[in-house]
């Protein structure tokens, strides 16, 4: 078998499929406003022309860098490209202030490569017991998985906690609007057409981290770049080494986001926050986070890639989605009769197997193609800020409205970029908002799913066994810190009496 | 000199464009410039990945590129709308869907295909399914039915949005059958594979879906199909019975369906070669292959047939929607 995965892989076909997929994924993830999945999407009439593997392979790789490349505006231009990067944004954004862009995009692209590779291991060796596993996840589960996400990530980025948490409900509140709730009634729309389908995402988040610090850089022209002489250098080596002091992040990243990421209800976007949460809340330098700090890059980088290779565990055993990007592989496979299911295990192995490694191959040819694009990418740090500053403005523009060709989503872009600009300067850090939007739907959706399908029996989300051990995980997550604080506090009345 | 030069060389390009345009200009030149077709989804859903489809190999037949602009929004709301506001010159077009027909019903808007498009084709039927798990109790469609009329509470995955064409399909079967389309308790979900992860999970009894969404499950021995509703057995499924069979409703045949439309207005000339096109499309191998291996059901309605199919299928939406308490 192995000689024929080998032929299968070393076609002339399937090489260019996947050098043409890495560039075209790289291109796809560094510009603002296209993403992963339209690079999916458009790949589907092209994967009709090639054999199954190389249809495939352009998926996997596509998809694989276009992740990765999607961390580049995030880092040089506070210009996030999927929710689940904007979890570490300012973390890298804030390094590149401080003139070490390069490192910041070596340790997302190594950390990145490490955490696909992780998932992938997972994915060959026990996919089909992880997606039995993952499929036993009903609404109540996620609701409780929901909640934990959002408690771990109301601390991030905020000096003051309560700051945090009144962002994270404003997020919430904005995540109400529009008619995709369960009745699908619309709600505070005002009678507007283009908020029936809500508040979009993206042009919120780009107007949120960019639009604000486009205005921030007018009202005070001094911010630059830091000196740019110190990112130059082997700054691969030095990633790795930055890496390498992180060992127990890394692994704890990719772990997290391979569960996460196999669940369909859940994916990269929670993985990417709790990892980001957790991080902080086990590091022994918790206050250096949000101020450049490394850490917490090293496990949210390796947790967004792994969770996005381990949706393919759901996706192959089971043909059941977990994100838009496999929702469209799932159509392919399809086409290209390599039909999703238990079977595609036993008698299609060799081709499994040829599909898991160009799952190697990705991730491995990311560091490469990732790290042409970094070179190429932070040239814009050279660039004084007042050329770079206007550029930045178009490019928040054009990427709002791309998302649904739609102007309307430009002065959503506006709106929100004045608010953050207001609130950032009062201190109230914007991640948590972001978290409320890509959340609140979810934790909605599976609140009320439980309560209609148990008849409004509130005892539903702790009656089946799984639901009561996720319950009590977030109940120790709240009260473990509570506790050991006030102890510590009656101890310490005690040593003062 | 030069700036004369230049004068000289700017009037024989416009010679040369002037006599191009009048010896390209037949009785009848469109298209003569790039079409725009709007689908009313986000990029990845079936619309869009037929619709795409349809496109590509519709430039070949037209001679010029097709952009697909997703307009997703407000279960579809916002980009038929806009397909129906375009200028009626036949150069914007788009995809069109079952839900397009619940705006009015439901007070959403004052859209109606039947009125605001020029009918060009449908190219894509679906029946709805009616899913459980492997280890449920129902056995046939009739367990199913007895036991919700004798009151037994019974979860539903409507396997997408509240009031989308499968619950319509399912609710119309109840109220067949005399049964209250109301008493089973109705869970919506974010799509087809949500309700059935839901279901395998043992969060709901039944899902309603079509046979291709339920394929890998189906497949890997998770979730059993009881019945198809309608009339017309799958082809890749010979095995599953139809509700016209197995329980003698032969007067239902709701189905959901795709199609491409245009703005109400589009000349009489544009409209067949659109059709023309379409058709060519539709009836190639490429297209039928991939809508095999997709599992979409293939169809072809086009004129008097159209006409009569929007309307029974609206005035069927009107009254599924009402049974199940959603219209106005």
């Known amino acids: 078998m192995l000689s024929e995965v080998i032929a299968n892989i070393l076609t002339t076909q399937t090489i260019i499929a996947i050098i043409g997929a890495a560039i075209f994924g790289m291109f796809m993830g560094a510009i603002p406003g296209l993403t992963a999945t339209m690079a999916t999407a458009l790949l589907v009439p092209v994967t009709f022309f090639l054999d199954p593997v190389p249809a495939i392979a352009t998926m996997i790789t596509a998809v694989a860098v276009a992740i990765f490349a999607g961390d580049i505006p995030g880092c040089l231009l506070r210009m996030p490209g999927t929710p689940a990067s904007a979890a570490y944004t300012d973390e890298a954004y804030q390094m590149a202030l401080k003139g070490d862009a390069k490192k910041a995009l070596g340790i997302g692209l190594l950390s990145s490569s490490f955490g696909g590779l992780f998932a992938t291991a997972v994915l060959v060796f026990v996919a089909p017991s992880l997606a039995e596993f993952a499929v036993r996840f009903s609404s109540a589960e996620y609701f409780w998985l929901v909640v934990l996400g959002l408690s771990c990530a109301a601390g991030i980025g905020a000096s003051d906690p309560l700051k945090g948490l009144a962002m994270l409900m404003l997020g919430l509140a904005v995540s109400m609007v529009g008619m995709n709730n369960n009745a699908g009634i619309p709600r505070f729309t005002f009678g507007e057409m283009a908020l029936l389908d809500g508040v979009s995402l993206i042009p919120m988040m780009v107007g949120m981290f960019g639009i604000s610090e486009i205005l921030r850089y007018a009202s005070n022209s001094k911010r630059d770049f830091g000196d740019p002489i110190r990112s130059t250098g082997s700054a691969i080596r030095t990633s790795a080494a930055i890496i390498a002091r992180y060992p127990v992040q890394l692994l704890r990243g990719s772990a997290l986001g391979t569960v996460v990421g196999a669940l369909p209800g859940a994916g990269a976007d929670i993985a990417a926050w709790m990892s980001m949460g957790i991080s902080k809340s086990r590091s022994k330098t918790p206050a250096k986070f949000g101020s450049g700090h490394p850490e917490g890059l090293v496990e949210a980088g390796a947790a967004n890639n792994s969770s996005l290779a381990s949706a393919w565990i759901p996706a192959l055993v089971f043909g059941i989605p977990g994100d838009s990007i496999t929702a469209i592989v799932i159509g392919v496979l399809y086409m290209k009769n390599l039909n999703p299911g238990p079977e595609l295990f036993t008698t299609n192995a060799p081709q499994l197997y040829s599909l898991f490694a160009i799952f190697v191959i990705a991730n491995l040819i990311m560091i490469p193609v990732g790290w042409a694009a970094i070179h190429g990418g932070s040239f814009i740090t050279r660039i004084p800020r007042r050329i770079i500053m206007p550029c930045i403005l178009l490019f928040c523009i054009l990427g709002s409205y791309s998302i649904n060709n739609s102007t309307f989503d430009i002065a959503i872009m506006l709106f929100f970029g004045v608010l953050a600009y207001f609130l950032e300067e009062a201190g109230f850090p914007i991640a948590p908002a972001i978290l409320g939007v890509v959340l609140g739907p979810m934790l909605e959706n599976y609140f009320v799913t439980t309560m209609t399908s148990s008849g409004g029996d509130i005892f539903a989300f702790v009656s089946r066994p799984l639901a009561a051990v996720i319950a009590l995980l977030l109940v120790s997550v709240w009260s473990i810190p509570l506790i050991w604080r006030l102890r510590q506090k009656g101890s310490a009345s005690i040593t003062r009496s | ?328």
Do not use: C
């Open chain 2, 1 to 328: 000199m030069r700036y004369a030069f230049k004068r000289d060389l700017l009037k024989s390009i416009a010679a040369a464009i002037v006599a191009v345009a009048a010896a390209s200009q037949p009785a009848f030149a469109w298209p003569d410039k790039p079409i725009t077709m709007i689908i009313p989804f986000s990029a990845g859903g079936g619309t869009d990945a037929t619709g795409r489809m349809l496109a590509a190999l519709m430039e070949k037949e037209l001679g010029q590129p097709i952009n697909v602009v997703n307009r997703p929004g407000g279960n579809g709301l916002v980009g038929h709308s806009a397909i129906a506001a375009a200028a009626p010159d036949g150069y914007t077009i788009g995809v069109a869907t079952t839900e397009s027909m619940s705006y009015k019903p439901t007070g959403l808007s004052e859209f109606q295909p039947t009125k605001d498009f020029t009918h060009l084709a449908v190219y894509n039927t679906d029946s709805t399914s009616v899913v459980v798990n492997a280890d449920s109790k129902f056995e046939t469609i009739s367990d199913l039915l007895e036991a919700i009329k004798s009151g037994e509470t019974v979860r539903v995955s409507t396997g997408g949005a509240f009031g989308g064409s499968y619950q319509i399909a399912f609710g119309l079967l109840l109220k067949d059958r005399g049964i209250d389309p109301m008493l089973p308790t109705y869970v919506s979900s974010q799509g087809s594979a949500p309700g059935l992860q839901e279901m395998v999970a043992g969060g709901v009894d039944v899902t309603l879906t079509t046979l291709a969404e339920a394929a890998s499950l189906i497949q890997a021995g998770k979730v059993r199909p009881l019945a198809t509703i309608g009339d017309k057995r799958s082809p890749t499924y010979p095995d599953v019975p139809t509700t016209a069979e197995s329980l003698g409703a032969t007067e239902l045949t709701f189905s959901s369906w795709r199609g491409v439309m245009a703005p109400a207005g589009v000349p009489q000339e544009v409209a067949d070669k659109l059709r023309d096109a379409i058709r060519q499309g539709a009836d190639s191998k490429e297209f039928k292959e991939f809508m095999d291996n997709r599992g979409f059901g293939v169809a072809w309605i086009v004129g008097e047939d159209l006409t009569s199919f929007l309307s029974a299928s609206e005035s069927e939406m009107a009254t599924g929607l009402r049974e199940i308490g959603l219209a106005k």
